[in-house]
């Protein structure tokens, strides 16, 4: 009898798992359209805002947008709907090659589980020029993608890019590095001497940062699509921080990604961009999209649709910018952890507590440990 329980237990738990059909947990890029549309839909009160941790899952976009069709209560115009209805079909997929996306799709079911993988190649070429100082900035880009699932509730995914840039720059001057104290004249204020020389009372060189103008770049941003540094086509063994000459670069993204619990629990592991915050991307003060990416694993756990709890612990990471292979980043390699709280009743009210450290590489279990705020 205790056998039969047994058996009946275990398959009450495992036939809804393999029923339920794959879904990709796999991150969207955080410069997608979709997250702009779903922005609109919050705004306008048609849908409730998902987690307030970005990257979203490509599963969680999708849930979103057709929330936004189904309920859209009279607020989309016929215009917006067709856009959101475009948004949602981009994610379909195809099995074969599809030469309008440069991307190949292809699944299979082994054991009554689901496989699938996806591959593709693109590439994006950039140029503009100023003048009548001439001046021009070119980047041209090429990506290659790997992703799939491996059954109900694991996804993974990673891409590599690359390809040459050359982006002119113009020195505008010298800037003290703050504060420089001369011993003899006190502390530098960083104002141009009577003959118009930076170098007053004698300040070492060293002590100064160049001012640059981007005349041709487009747009300028904060931060890179290279890995901390560029090769330089006339000598690839050199690092140089910024591509004043025609110059390759690359950037390499990786993540696994999985979900429990009827998709209450998520779980990530990888390196890429990301934003926290309830503000739209590119606004938050707690981890903005433009900060650069970086290895971490992460989850958030919905244990009631109006509470939400989000948890990261990654390694930053030191960007040399000498390129001298010699200089120590001992000192720079970090670690970071995050927690953030958010209660959300739906459409109408929204709170959230988060908190962030910053600690040197050490087993410190107090900055693992999700359930402890950092604040304190």
Request: overall charge negative.
């Amino acid at each position: 009898m205790n056998r039969k329980k047994c058996i009946f237990i275990f398959l009450a738990l495992i036939l809804p798992v393999l029923a339920v059909q794959a879904q990709q947990f796999n991150s969207v890029s955080l410069d997608h359209e979709s997250y702009r549309i779903i922005q609109m839909g919050i705004l306008k009160g048609i849908i409730s805002p998902p987690p307030a941790v970005r990257p979203w899952s490509e599963h969680i976009i999708k849930g979103k947008l057709r929330e936004m069709l189904d309920n859209q209560q009279g607020k989309l115009s016929s215009a917006e709907l067709d856009i959101v209805s475009d948004v949602l079909s981009s994610f379909e997929r195809k099995n074969g090659l599809d030469f309008r996306t440069g991307r190949y799709s292809n699944e299979t079911a082994i054991a009554s589980h689901r496989f699938s993988v996806e591959a593709g190649l693109n590439w994006e070429s950039n140029f503009s020029a100023n003048f009548p100082d001439p001046s021009i900035a070119t980047v041209n880009r090429g990506k290659v993608f790997l992703a799939g699932d491996m059954g109900a509730h694991l996804s993974w995914g990673f891409n590599i890019s690359g390809g040459f840039l050359q982006i002119d720059r113009e020195v505008l001057g010298l800037r003290p590095n703050p504060p420089y104290v001369d011993p003899a004249f006190g502390e530098y204020d960083g104002n141009p001497n009577s003959s118009g020389h930076f170098y007053a009372y004698d300040i070492p060189r060293e002590s100064f940062s160049r001012v640059y103008k981007y005349p041709a770049y487009f747009p300028y941003t904060l931060s890179k699509p290279w890995e901390g540094g560029v090769f330089e086509t006339d000598n690839l063994a050199n690092y140089a921080s910024w591509p004043d000459d025609l110059a390759f670069f690359y950037e390499m993204f990786g993540e696994l990604n999985t979900s429990f619990f009827d998709n209450h629990l998520y779980l990530r592991f990888g390196r890429m961009r990301r934003d926290w915050g309830p503000e739209g991307n590119g606004s938050s003060l707690f981890l903005n999209a433009s900060a650069r990416p970086f290895v971490a694993l992460e989850g958030t756990a919905i244990p009631f649709n109006w509470l939400r709890f989000s948890f990261l612990t990654g390694s930053l990471e030191y960007l040399n910018k000498d390129g001298n292979q010699w200089t120590s980043a001992e000192a720079y390699q970090n670690m970071i952890s995050m927690a953030l709280v958010e209660i959300d009743t739906g459409k109408h009210f929204h709170i959230d507590f988060g908190s962030s450290v910053v600690f040197p590489k050490r087993l410190e279990l107090g900055y693992h440990f999700p359930l402890l705020s950092n604040f304190f």
